[in-house]
C-alpha cells in the first residue's frame, strides 16, 4: 500500500488520482503503524513550509518519518513543499528546520532581473538530468517538462541533485538519496512524463 | 525556458458541456458523453492545462458542478483551473478540494473584489485567473461581466491594469465577438492592450484552426492560447494541432501522448507487459 501522508497540507486529490489511474493502491493517513508499513511514502505539500514543519511535529510525524527513511528503509517521495520539507531548513517566514534527509537547504529564488527569474516559477520547465544513472527520471529524455508552482526553491547541490531546472538560477528539480526522493515539480501535473515518474518511484523497492 | 500552453476550456451547464457562439449557449451532450462518446481522453493528453468553467445562466449549483470537475480530474494529469459563479470562500474552497489547482473570477473582480482579495491570501497570486469577456468597441463600456450581460464603465486596457494592480496572477481574456465563430483571435486589435500587461495572458475566443495558435502566439505577448469550441479541434485536432505548433518552433512542453493511454493500469498488468520505452 502507498501512504500519503495526510497532515492537512496539499491538494493530495490529484496525487491519488494519478497512482489510481496507474493501478497503485494508495490511501491517506497519519497513523504511525499505517505508515510504518507503507510500501512507499508520498509526502505531498503546498503552502507554507514553517507551517508544515510545525503541522508534523505536533503529528509527530517527524519520529516517524525518521523511523521509516532510517530504520524501515521504506522508498519515500516528497513533492513541491514536500520535497523541500526533506531538506536542512528553509528561510520561508523565517528560518524553519526541516526533515534533514537531504543535505540541501531551501530559499526564496534570488530576483535577477538580467536573468528573467519569473517568482512565483509556475508552468512547464525543461528539467536537465544530472545523473548517469538517474531512478526517478530513468527511461525519460535527458531534458525532460515538468510542471512547476514555486516561489522557494531547493539549492543546487550535484551529489544530491539528479535533475536541475534554471529559472534565473540552477537549482534542484530532482533530489535522489538512498531511498529519499524529492520533486520540485508536480508528477502527477505532468501528464506522461510525470506519470512514467511515478512508475519509476514506486518501482523502488 | 518556461513554456507556452495550450488550454482546452470546457464550458458547463446544469449538467452539460456546451458550445458558445458569441455567448449565445448550445448544449452539447453530459459528463458520460464527453467520456465516452467525444473521447475526451485523446484530447487531455495534448494539452497543457485544462480550464473548466460553469456558465449556468440561472440558478447555478457549484455542489453539482464540482462533482462535474471531479469526474472530469481523474483522468487529467495537467493542472486544471475551474470557476464561474464563485461567491465566497467556501465555493472556493470546494472547487480546490474537487481537484482544481487554480481558480477562475470574473464577476467578483469587479462586485466582491474583497472576496478576490481573501482568495489571493489565501491561496496565491499564482491560483487566481482573472476571466476578462469583452468587445471589441474601443470604448468605456466594452469589457462585460455576469456571462456577459454587464457592462462596466472601463475599457479594456484600463481594466486589465486594474487586475494587474489587484496582484491576481494571470488573465483570460476572451473576445465575445470572435467567440465560437472560428475566424481567429483579434491579434491586431489586441496587440498595444496586451503589450503592456506584465503578468501571464491566456488568449480566448476566436480559434478554429492550428493556424490561430501559432499566429497568436508569434505576433502577441501572450503565455497561452485557449478554445472553448468542442467541434473545431474533435477527433486528431489536439494532437495534430500541438504537432504543428512545434513543428512550428512554439515553444510547448514535450511528453510522449501516445504512452499515456498505455499506462493506465500499469501496476495491474503482470511484470514486463509493458516496455516503457
Known amino acids: 500500500m502507498i501512504i500519503i501522508i495526510n497532515y492537512e497540507m496539499g491538494n493530495i486529490y490529484s496525487i491519488r488520482n494519478a497512482l489510481t489511474y496507474l493501478g497503485g493502491k494508495s490511501s491517506y493517513s497519519d497513523d504511525k503503524d499505517t505508515i510504518l508499513s507503507a510500501s512507499h511514502i508520498i509526502l505531498p505539500g503546498v503552502g507554507s513550509y514553517r507551517k508544515a514543519m510545525g503541522i508534523l511535529h505536533d503529528k509527530n510525524l517527524v519520529a516517524v518519518l525518521n523511523e521509516a527513511v532510517y530504520e524501515k528503509h521504506i522508498p519515500l517521495l516528497g513533492i513541491c513543499l514536500g520535497m523541500q520539507l526533506l531538506g536542512l531548513s528553509s528561510t520561508e517566514h523565517g528560518f524553519t528546520k526541516g526533515l534533514g534527509f537531504i543535505n540541501c537547504a531551501v530559499d526564496r529564488f534570488v530576483d535577477n532581473p538580467l536573468a528573467q527569474t519569473k517568482i512565483p516559477h509556475v508552468g512547464f520547465n525543461n528539467v536537465e538530468c544530472n545523473k548517469k544513472n538517474p531512478i526517478l527520471l530513468s527511461g525519460l529524455n535527458s531534458s525532460s517538462d515538468f510542471y512547476f508552482t514555486h516561489s522557494y526553491r531547493m539549492e543546487y547541490q550535484d551529489d544530491v541533485c539528479s535533475g536541475y531546472c534554471i529559472n534565473g538560477e540552477k537549482f534542484t528539480a530532482c533530489a535522489e538519496h538512498g531511498k529519499v526522493f524529492g520533486t520540485q515539480f508536480h508528477p502527477e501535473k505532468s501528464q506522461v512524463n510525470g506519470l512514467k515518474l511515478l512508475i519509476n518511484f514506486l518501482n523502488v523497492k | ?277
Request: net charge positive.
Open chain 2, 1 to 277: 525556458m518556461l513554456k507556452k500552453r495550450l488550454i482546452f476550456t470546457l464550458l458547463y451547464s446544469a449538467g452539460n458541456f456546451m458550445l458558445s457562439r458569441n455567448f449565445k449557449l448550445q448544449k452539447v451532450g453530459n459528463a458520460e458523453w464527453l467520456k465516452n462518446c467525444y473521447n475526451f481522453r485523446n484530447i487531455a493528453f495534448s494539452i497543457d492545462e485544462l480550464i473548466l468553467l460553469d456558465v449556468t445562466r440561472n440558478n447555478r449549483d457549484i455542489q453539482l458542478f464540482s462533482q462535474a470537475l471531479r469526474s472530469i480530474v481523474d483522468t487529467c494529469f495537467i493542472p486544471i483551473a475551474a470557476g464561474g459563479g464563485i461567491k465566497d470562500e467556501k465555493d472556493a474552497e470546494l472547487l480546490m478540494k474537487s481537484g482544481a489547482d487554480k481558480l477562475v473570477l470574473n464577476t467578483a473582480l469587479m462586485k466582491n473584489i474583497s472576496l478576490t482579495k481573501t482568495l489571493i491570501r489565501k491561496y496565491g497570486s499564482q491560483c487566481i485567473i482573472a476571466s476578462v469577456d469583452y468587445k471589441e468597441e474601443r470604448q468605456a463600456s466594452e469589457v462585460f461581466i455576469n456571462n456577459g450581460t454587464e457592462s462596466i464603465r472601463h475599457n479594456l486596457a484600463e481594466y486589465l491594469q486594474y487586475l494587474e494592480e489587484q496582484e491576481v496572477g494571470e488573465i483570460y481574456l476572451n473576445s465575445m465577438d470572435r467567440d465560437g465563430t472560428g475566424q481567429g483571435y483579434p491579434v491586431n486589435y489586441l496587440k498595444t492592450i496586451v503589450d503592456k500587461i506584465n503578468i501571464p495572458v491566456i488568449l480566448a475566443g476566436g480559434a478554429g484552426k492550428y493556424q490561430h495558435f501559432i499566429e497568436a502566439l508569434n505576433n502577441l505577448k501572450i503565455d497561452a492560447v485557449a478554445t472553448a469550441n468542442l467541434f473545431n479541434f474533435i477527433g486528431n485536432g489536439f494532437p495534430e494541432a500541438r504537432d504543428k505548433m512545434l513543428n512550428n518552433g512554439i515553444q510547448l512542453a514535450k511528453w510522449d501522448k501516445h504512452a499515456g493511454k498505455n499506462l493506465e493500469g500499469y501496476f495491474l498488468k503482470p511484470p514486463n507487459s509493458y516496455n516503457q520505452t
